[in-house]
Each structure stands twice: as structure tokens, then as C-alpha cells.
């Protein structure tokens, strides 16, 4: 286990924060999210998601006429070994397209997921990170989804009128696997890692299709999802989308809440490579006026320190929760834990480190 800085932030969302009294803090020590800080915490969540939000167009999702099952409708080379595939889902009667990076040869499967705008705004991993460049010269390919926003890469209960049908489940796990193994060279081995939502999606994948994944990531998310804290902050963020959480899940206190949460399930992660990160919302290596991704915009960096710090301290909560239900149960992970805020410069960081996690677990 690597570990690294001090403690979660105390940041607000507006102004000085607040601080916790020696009993909250004992009692955070215990229980995690059943702390006053914790509590406070769904003030938040809307101004965050909205922060973020702010930045991104919203683009409804369109269903294609396509009959019939599963089916690969395109292959487009991008130059090298990357490709653009579009996939026809039954499921969710659309096409999907979906990245991918082919080394030309037999190897694993390497599934990346996107951040909760589903790559459809803010940018995929392709155009976030070197994710191209980083597996070019490795034995895996690389498939990246497009779509997929504010859905947890879950199959809904309900339609939902802003999103449409979401059927991610079927789609990731029965749909696109099969056709991928048929069209290019797989070997049958898999990891899924996502990112801020898409790492509790990541998890769920693995934990609901035994034996499909042979190593997880789970980059700066917040794996809980049962409880009135944990829905009141998939509810606030899905919002921010126009999304209802209560078409995907069912009202709070539904049954299917609890199956979906890593941490109720994690004894079900066993035998799974797993890397977890997290940041504790304190300024990192990367957020500096010098950094690269900040390029010298004061604006930029004190937009990441404020409200990504303060993200990225809330899902530091939750995933101390997953960490410490894995190792009271025996199951082992690779666990990182650092300064920084809630950013894609941070998880291209995790994914370079996590691929020594998935490279023996997919044979390479």
C-alpha cells in the first residue's frame, strides 16, 4: 500500500470552512459518512455538480432505428492501432461508438469508462489524456465507450425522460464483449476502470458479471450508494443532468440501492486485482499555476482548488469506506491515497500506475 499526504481537506463550498469539533472528528474516525460533516455535505453537492456542469452543453441522447441483435455497423482506422468501432445495442436501440486501441495481435481487454458527462461534453479519456500514446507500444487493447452520461453505466429500471434508456449493464458485459472477441484478437482476459462516477461504475461491473474482469480500477470515485447520504449525492449528481436517480435504482431505500454498492458487496470482489485511488482535496503536485494542465489560468487553478478540492475530499470519505471494508474482509488492493483535487491530470496519473496491477492479471 503507497500512501501519501495528510488528511481530507477541510473545505467548504463557499468561504472559510467549516471545523469539525473533536467529537465529530472522533466519531467520522468510526463511522464515516453518519458524522455533522458529513451532514453537511448534500448543501454541496448541487453547487458542485453545477460548477462542473457549467462547462459542458447538454446533448440528448438519440435512439437509432437499427433492428436486430448485436452487431459491429463500422470500423473506422484512425492511424496506428487506434480504430473507431460503432456497435448497434439492442438493448438500448442506438448505436454506440466506441474507441479502441488494437495492437494487431492476440491480447486482453483493457475497458476504460467515462467521467460522468459519458465523454460527450467535457472530452473522453482519448482527448483527457495520453491514454493513446500511454498503450501504444502495449500487449492490451483499449476500448473506450463513448456515451454514457449521469447513467453509472447501469441498466435503469425505468426509461428516464432526459436520458432514454440506459442498459449499460447489458450493453458493457453481454453485448459488446462477444463482438469485439469475434471482430479483433482477445484472449479473454479483462480489466474495467473508470473514473469520479464511473469508478463505482468499474466496481458494480465486476461485482455483477463474476469472472468477466480480471483486474478493476476505481480512480477518485464514491463507491457507496446505500444509505440517505450516499443517494442524496447520486441524486444531486445525476440532477445536474436532468437525470431522475429514481428511474435508475428506484426511490431511495429501494432494494437494488444496496445491490449496487460496492462496499455492501465487496466480499464479492474477491480474486480481483483491484487499484483504488483518491485524492484528499489538499492542493497536489498538480495543482500549481505551473502545472501543464493549468497552464498559468489563475481562474483555472482556483477553480480546482475550491470546488475540486472539495470533491475530491467528499469521495476521499467514501472510498476510505471501500479500503476499509476490503481489508476487514481479506481481500487485498493496491491503494493509493495523495494530496490533489478532482481532476484528469490526477487519474492519467492512475492510469499509468494501475497498468502494473492489470498487466499481471491479464497475463501480459
Known amino acids: 500500500m503507497r500512501t501519501a499526504g495528510a ?134 487493447n483499449v476500448i473506450v465507450p463513448m456515451g454514457g452520461r449521469a447513467s453509472y453505466y ?14 449499460w449493464t447489458t450493453f458493457l458485459t453481454q453485448e459488446l464483449p462477444p463482438l469485439l472477441n469475434s471482430r479483433f484478437q482477445m484472449t479473454g482476459r479483462n480489466a474495467v476502470a473508470g473514473t469520479s462516477m464511473s469508478a463505482t461504475s468499474a466496481l458494480d461491473l465486476a461485482i455483477g458479471a463474476p469472472g468477466l474482469y480480471q483486474a478493476v480500477g476505481a480512480y477518485s470515485g464514491c463507491p457507496l450508494t446505500n444509505g440517505p447520504i450516499p443517494q442524496a449525492y447520486v441524486y444531486s449528481q445525476l440532477g445536474v443532468f436532468g437525470a431522475n436517480a429514481g428511474n435508475m435504482w428506484g426511490v431511495p431505500g429501494d432494494p437494488a440501492w444496496a445491490a449496487h454498492d460496492p462496499v455492501v458487496n465487496a466480499d464479492r470482489l474477491r480474486g480481483t486485482a483491484l487499484y483504488i485511488s483518491s485524492g484528499n482535496g489538499v492542493p497536489g503536485v ?23 478540492g472539495v470533491m475530491e475530499s467528499v469521495v476521499d470519505s467514501c472510498t476510505g469506506q471501500l479500503t476499509g ?18 481532476a484528469w491530470v490526477y487519474w492519467q496519473d492512475d492510469l499509468h500506475d494501475s497498468w502494473s496491477v492489470f498487466a499481471p492479471a491479464l497475463g501480459v
Not at 458529513?38 to 446533448?59: D, G, K, N, Q, Y
Not at 447501469?154 to 442498459?167: F, I, Y
Not at 500549481?288 to 470546488?307: C, E, F, K, Y
Open 286 to 308: 498538480h495543482d500549481t499555476l505551473a502545472d501543464p494542465s493549468i497552464g498559468g489560468n489563475a481562474g483555472a487553478l482556483a477553480n480546482r482548488v475550491a470546488v475540486g
Open 154 to 167: 447501469t441498466d435503469w429500471k425505468s426509461d428516464d425522460p432526459v436520458l432514454g434508456r440506459n442498459e
Open 325 to 342: 471494508r476490503l481489508a476487514a474482509v481479506g481481500i487485498p488492493a493496491t491503494v493509493v491515497h495523495r494530496n490533489g483535487t478532482h
Open 7 to 140: 488528511g481530507p481537506a477541510e473545505v467548504a463550498c463557499a468561504g472559510r470552512a467549516p471545523v469539525d469539533t473533536p467529537a465529530e472528528s472522533a466519531a467520522g474516525t468510526a463511522t464515516g459518512w453518519n458524522t455533522p460533516r458529513m451532514h453537511r455535505l448534500p448543501r454541496c453537492f448541487a453547487v458542485l455538480f453545477a460548477a462542473f456542469a457549467s462547462i459542458a452543453a447538454i446533448v440528448p441522447a438519440v435512439a437509432s432505428a437499427d433492428p436486430g441483435g448485436p452487431a459491429i455497423v463500422d470500423v473506422h482506422p484512425l492511424g496506428g492501432r487506434q480504430y473507431s468501432v460503432v456497435v448497434y445495442s439492442p438493448a438500448m436501440n442506438k448505436q454506440i461508438t466506441v474507441w479502441m486501441s488494437h495492437p494487431d495481435f492476440a491480447a486482453p481487454a483493457l475497458y476504460l469508462l467515462n467521467a460522468v458527462d459519458g465523454g460527450e461534453d467535457g472530452g473522453p479519456w482519448t482527448n483527457r489524456t495520453d491514454v493513446a500514446q500511454f498503450f501504444a507500444d502495449k500487449p492490451v
